[in-house]
């Protein structure tokens, strides 16, 4: 099957079984000829809990089609690979009660990157889009901030009243991004902004001039005046603004930031996915039902 016959069948048995297909930008761009919604986690979490679709099918990973579930219990949510998120991987259940047990009394949140067993322990969720707001949100000087220690570092920043102690984990692929690399490319290109995640490390932050949540940067480059961008964060993002900006110039680190569990899903496993239904996402009830208060509380604000 060419590629235009598979995408006309996926839209067209999407149609017939009432399924959407929500698909994070770090995903492989193919994908978004497909896709109802495209966005950043925040975006997707919001759709997922709004849609009247009786099936998602998730191209992201798999604390993301945790997520929809936990949202969506009466649904069924699937994920076209079962890729896991190797910074929500960082911390599991055992872990979270004991760095609780070592910091009692003190107000718990946690990045949406976490699977459903630790945002069970949690009090509030929060994205890479709405982290310094959630903190601001708890009217508290203390906070314990899990799993992006990067993350964790970029709201302090923000916040400086507040003591964040984070657990230590971070994104590996993000953590490839070194300061080195962003002065190098501002050398060849001087007027160029430094878009970058805060999931980058703080040598990365400190010398951006944005710093923001996948959607945040590409809105940003859209409204910006500016021609040139160099961008900090997984290629995925890169060739949607080479793609939505011909003539902006979107200028990557290397083609190398690339997440693999993303970039496990294709076109065709998609297809597969609606005509199976292989892959269900299962989240143990007591599990849901702690897990979805963290995400409620988080989507209220
Ligand atoms: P956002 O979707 O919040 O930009 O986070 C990026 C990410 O790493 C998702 O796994
Ligand atoms: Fe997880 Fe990093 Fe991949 Fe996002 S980019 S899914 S944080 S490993």
């Keep these: 099957m060419d590629k235009k016959e ?41 759709l997922a809990a709004k849609t009247d679709a009786d099936k998602i099918i998730f191209a992201g990973v798999y604390f993301m089609a945790e997520t929809a579930k936990i949202l969506n219990p009466a649904k069924k949510v699937y994920l076209p690979n079962i890729s896991g998120c190797d910074m929500a991987d960082m911390i599991n259940l055992k872990q979270i009660k004991e760095f609780k047990a070592k910091n009692p009394d003190t107000p718990v949140v946690c990045y949406i990157n976490s699977t459903a067993a ?128 011909p003539n902006k110039k979107i200028i990557p680190i290397s083609n190398e930031i690339y997440c693999p569990s993303m970039k496990e899903n294709t076109l065709e496993d998609i297809l597969y996915t609606l005509e199976n239904e292989n892959n269900e996402v299962k989240v143990d009830e007591n599990i849901a039902k702690k897990a979805v208060n963290c995400i409620d509380r988080m989507l209220k604000i």
């Excluded at 193919?30 to 979490?45: K, N, R």
């Excluded at 490839?176 to 690399?181: F, M």
């Design 118 to 245: 630790v945002k069970s322990e949690c009090d509030i969720c929060a994205t890479s889009s709405n982290a310094i707001e959630v903190v601001k949100s708890l009217n508290t000087d203390k906070v314990l901030f899990v799993p992006d220690k990067y993350l964790a570092k970029w709201v302090e920043k923000n916040l400086p009243d507040v003591q964040i102690t984070a657990y230590q984990g971070y994104c590996p692929t993000h953590y490839k991004i070194n300061a080195d690399d962003i002065l190098n490319k501002k050398a060849e290109n001087k007027e160029a902004i430094v878009l970058s995640h805060p999931e980058c490390k703080d040598e990365v932050i400190e010398i951006s001039d944005f710093v923001g949540s996948t959607t945040q940067m590409m809105k940003y480059c859209k409204e910006s005046k500016n021609k040139e961008f160099i961008v900090a964060t997984e290629f995925g993002v890169v060739q949607r603004l080479q793609r939505d900006y």
């Design 6 to 46: 598979l995408i006309e069948k996926i839209n067209k048995i999407k149609k017939q079984k009432n399924a959407i297909i929500l698909a994070h930008c770090y995903q492989n761009i193919e994908i978004d000829f497909v896709a109802d919604f495209v966005g950043d986690s925040l975006g997707l979490s919001q």
